[in-house]
């Protein structure tokens, strides 16, 4: 049964920066790729930012030049460093499999930007 567990969210203004961090048990990170997604109030979940087993990056347009996917394979655990936030960044954001979700989803961790 694999759990994955985010953590790093909060309440920013706009222009600052939020670490996201997702852990994984079981053996995931030695398989798949990984992926960040969100989904904001009234919208349908969409994918952030994903990352492949080797280090291959992929991010969605909006948040090209603003956030950095990363993975530590070791520690299991997946980042996503977000900076020069704005308010349409306001989303719950998820970690799972890229380039597809094959998991069941984690609670997610919320991130507001607002002044």
């Known amino acids: 049964q694999v759990q994955l567990v985010e953590s790093g969210g909060g309440l920013v203004q706009p222009g600052g920066s939020l670490r996201l961090s997702c852990a994984a048990s079981g053996n995931i990170f030695r398989i798949y790729s990984l992926g960040w997604y969100r989904q904001a109030p009234g919208k349908q979940r969409e994918l952030v930012a994903g990352i492949t087993i080797v280090g291959i990056t992929n991010y969605t347009d909006s948040v090209k030049g603003r956030f950095t996917i990363s993975r530590d394979n070791a520690k299991r655990t997946l980042y996503l460093q977000m900076n020069s936030l704005k308010p349409e960044d306001t989303a719950v954001y998820s970690c799972?499999?890229?380039?597809?979700?094959?998991?069941?989803w984690g609670q997610g961790t919320q991130v507001t930007v607002s002044s």
């Open positions: 799972n499999t890229f380039p597809s979700p094959r998991f069941d």
